[in-house]
């Protein structure tokens, strides 16, 4: 039986509804409700209005006895019998909307999945009564009439059309009858959700089986191994916290395969068996089906929740967590917004990850709303990660995160020796050699493979070259719309933006001077494949990046052939840092660990140690001990060394000092505003005025406009500015002003992204 919200008895009489739509205008509109909708108008329910000329879906946000609105329109119609978001999630959505300066509207349409929020296809006609037939005097019907009015009344919740007209031996006539006089609705929704499935094949050895909901009643099961010590001491922590349950985060800040993942299935356990749910959170959760099936193995029925996943199939989803049927989800960072029944747990895993800030508006973060939905429900969040974010560790300094360390790895080996290679003066002592590989670094793979073992080399830069120039002239060639160089990709043939797409043959002579002189530069993932083909010319190898992996299936078979030792070195970008667990890598090469230290972008040096830590992690996890080389032209530079011990917090160390005078997180906060427009004297225009608007605003630090360092892109002109300030409200405050605000341009699209990530 569906569950009644107390909101509908309490709002039967309040004649006004406040509206959320879709549309970047944070406000809620005022519709009046018309006496037939009393009853359904509730918080979370989606409702037909009039808007402008025509008619537009929105969301109900509240009930109100006053209307701001002196002519307020009525609300045409209900589209939900229960509401598509609960209170909490309501309130969760509002808080979303309120922080990142977007609309309700647009929060809920980025949050509920396009076939959730919409009647799909395969919706079928349901029947309910309609609230005068449901409370009192029956209204007057044919024999068959009154049969369905009674089997609906005794049912006491809609049914599919379907059921009832097999339940009363009707036809649809009757029901039609009973529709016109207004004593039941027929509306479409989907099918009534399937009965439990079984839990889906596992990608990994299948252990010995479990019920999907064993966890629930029986006893805690043991792990296949005995917990160490730092982990029994972490469980214990958050478990107090689940059995309060209470609101507190924990960084569970282990190094890599220290045993992290054990740590989340014991406590998503102790929340199951308490009868609660579990979030896990993941980012770019296509990179990681090893760690998917983790959860599977041990429980049975996990929910995936993913951008990629087909609509029939997250609507599915959603049913069986909605039902409480699956009580564990894994999803991307907007599984945050997942109706989840009686959360009782959130983990954020590998918390440092970039990919938890979405780059569309609402521009939320996982990490923090994570955070956020953990102390509105009153339950724990974990933000487990070997490299954590100086955010992250500045609230364990100060005492807002309750911080948890897995020092040690643990499995046999501990963490791998990191060498760094100067290729500044290599030992060969005759300066700089040539290549991409420097000896030491060609020696180790030739030994690595001779052995037996597994190798993984780092580029982070896919193509073949990335720098196309006339050694002639010195032209370069660029793309036409964007403000960035063109990289040759030498098997598709043709040189390639990586921004925007734009794609041409790669030229015969330079464009400029028609010199026949073009030259490549800046090697990147391709190129090096070809390279080690020569180094190594009977060991088979494999390529991870965005040209090879052009699918899920594509990504999940070069990962399969590598942990099957199929192919034995794996080259890549960042893709092949991410928690790949494969027994086999003694060896792991960093080709050029100076590619992203020297962005424009106060985060480079962070990113930099955060990404070597990562990826050296992958090296030494099974019997045998892992090496790491490092190849950098400034082996100097504290992120390098930092990376080397192994030890972000040494990073932020070296780093805290600059961050706090120039006002940078964790020691101040920032938005960014970015104007684009296809005329630059238009995006600058903008931009000024939206500097003026906020002037006054007190202690605010202005930085720009100026150019942003991707200066042109698709065709259009960016400007930027930053905002700083050390307290988040004046921030906020201006924040708001501009995005409320109109361009001085109209064709000028102006963003206001609060706490970025990206810079550029
Ligand atoms: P992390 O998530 O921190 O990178 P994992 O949870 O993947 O680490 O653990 C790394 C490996 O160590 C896994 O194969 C896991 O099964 C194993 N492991 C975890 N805890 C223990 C333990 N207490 N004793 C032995 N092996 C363990
Ligand atoms: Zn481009």
Request: proline residues 8%; hydrophobic residues 40%.
């Amino acid at each position: 039986m569906p569950k009644r919200y107390p909101e509908r008895c309490i709002v039967h009489s309040v004649p006004f509804a406040r509206v959320a739509l879709a549309i970047p205008v944070r406000e809620l509109f005022d519709y009046r409700v018309p006496e037939a909708l009393a009853a359904s108008v509730v918080p979370g329910a989606r409702v037909r209005v009039p808007f402008g000329r025509g008619v537009r879906i929105g969301y109900c946000v509240e009930r109100d006895a006053e209307c701001r609105h002196p002519q307020p329109k009525d609300i045409a119609a209900v589209l939900d019998d229960e509401p598509l978001l609960d209170g909490a999630l309501l309130r969760f959505v509002q808080w979303t909307a309120d922080y990142y300066l977007a609309s309700v509207g647009e929060v809920i349409e980025s949050a509920i999945p396009k076939s959730i929020r919409e009647a799909a296809p395969k919706d079928v006609p349901w029947v309910r009564l309609s609230a005068a037939a449901a409370s009192d005097s029956p209204p007057r019907a044919s024999a068959a009439g009154a049969r369905i009015l009674r089997h609906l009344r005794e049912r006491g919740a809609p049914a599919p059309l379907a059921d009832v007209l097999d339940a009363c031996a009707a036809t649809r006539a009757p029901l039609r009858t009973l529709a016109r006089r207004g004593a039941v609705e027929i509306y479409r929704a989907p099918q009534a959700p399937p009965p439990p499935t079984l839990a889906p094949p596992t990608l990994a050895p299948p252990l010995p089986p479990r019920a999907a909901h064993a966890s629930i009643v029986a006893p805690l099961a043991a792990p296949p191994f005995a917990l160490n010590a730092d982990q029994e001491r972490a469980i214990a922590e958050i478990r107090a916290a689940i059995a309060a349950p209470r609101y507190e985060t924990f960084l569970l800040f282990g190094v890599t395969g220290s045993g992290k993942t054990e740590v989340y299935l014991q406590c998503i356990e102790t929340a199951l068996a308490r009868g609660r749910s579990a979030l896990v959170l993941l980012p770019e959760i296509a990179l990681t089906p090893q760690t998917v099936a983790r959860f599977r193995e041990r429980f049975g029925a996990v929910a995936v929740l993913h951008s990629l996943l087909p609509a029939g199939e997250r609507s599915r989803e959603y049913a069986r967590l909605r039902a409480g049927e699956v009580r564990v989800a894994v999803g991307a960072r907007s599984a945050l917004f997942a109706p989840l029944r009686d959360l009782g747990v959130i983990v954020v895993d590998e918390s440092h990850d970039a990919s938890y800030k979405q780059e569309s508006t609402p521009r939320y973060h996982g990490r923090d709303l994570a955070t956020v939905r953990a102390m509105q429900l009153g339950i724990p969040c974990i933000l487990g990660s070997a490299t954590p974010a100086m955010e992250s560790l500045a609230n364990a300094r100060r005492g807002a995160f309750t911080l948890l360390m897995l020092p040690a790895r643990a499995t046999a080996h501990s963490l791998p020796s990191i060498e760094v290679i100067d290729r500044r003066r290599e030992e060969t002592g005759r300066g700089p050699q040539p290549g991409l590989l420097s000896p030491r670094l060609a020696e180790c793979l030739r030994e690595t493979v001779r052995d037996g073992g597994q190798a993984i080399l780092l580029l982070n830069r896919r193509g073949f070259a990335r720098h196309i120039h006339c050694d002639s002239c010195g032209f370069v060639l660029r793309c036409p719309e964007c403000d960035i160089s063109l990289t040759y990709h030498k098997r598709a043939g043709h040189v390639l933006c990586h921004y925007c797409g734009h794609a041409a043959p790669f030229p015969a002579a330079c464009p400029e001077c028609g010199a026949n002189a073009i030259r490549r530069a800046h090697a990147g993932t391709e190129r090096i494949e070809e390279v080690l083909a020569r180094l190594l010319p009977d060991t088979p190898i494999g390529r991870l990046d965005r040209d090879t992996a052009t699918s899920r299936d594509r990504l999940e078979e070069i990962l399969r052939q590598f942990r099957a030792g199929a192919t034995r070195v794996l080259v890549g970008t960042q893709m092949v840092a991410k928690g790949h667990d494969i027994p086999e890598v003694t060896l792991v090469g960093v080709i050029d660990a100076d590619i992203s230290l020297h962005l424009p972008d106060f985060r480079a040096a962070e990113r930099t140690a955060q990404l070597l830590c990562q990826v050296a992690g992958r090296a030494g996890r099974g019997a045998r001990a892992g090496r790491v080389l490092v190849q950098t032209r400034t082996p100097e530079h504290y992120a390098i060394e930092a990376a080397r011990r192994q030890d972000m917090e040494y990073l932020f160390e070296r780093e805290a000092a600059t961050r706090q005078l120039l006002c940078y997180p964790p020691f101040g906060h920032l938005v960014r505003v970015l104007c684009e427009d296809g005329r630059e004297e238009r995006a600058e225009r903008s931009a000024r005025q939206a500097r003026d608007a906020v002037r006054s605003v007190p202690e605010l630090k202005i930085l720009g406009p100026v150019p942003a360092p991707l200066g042109r892109l698709r065709g259009r002109y960016r400007v930027h500015m930053l905002l700083k300030g050390r307290e988040r409200a004046p921030l906020h405050h201006a924040a708001g002003i501009i995005a409320d605000g109109k361009p001085a341009d109209s064709t000028t699209r102006v963003t206001v992204d609060i706490d970025p990530q990206n810079l550029m």
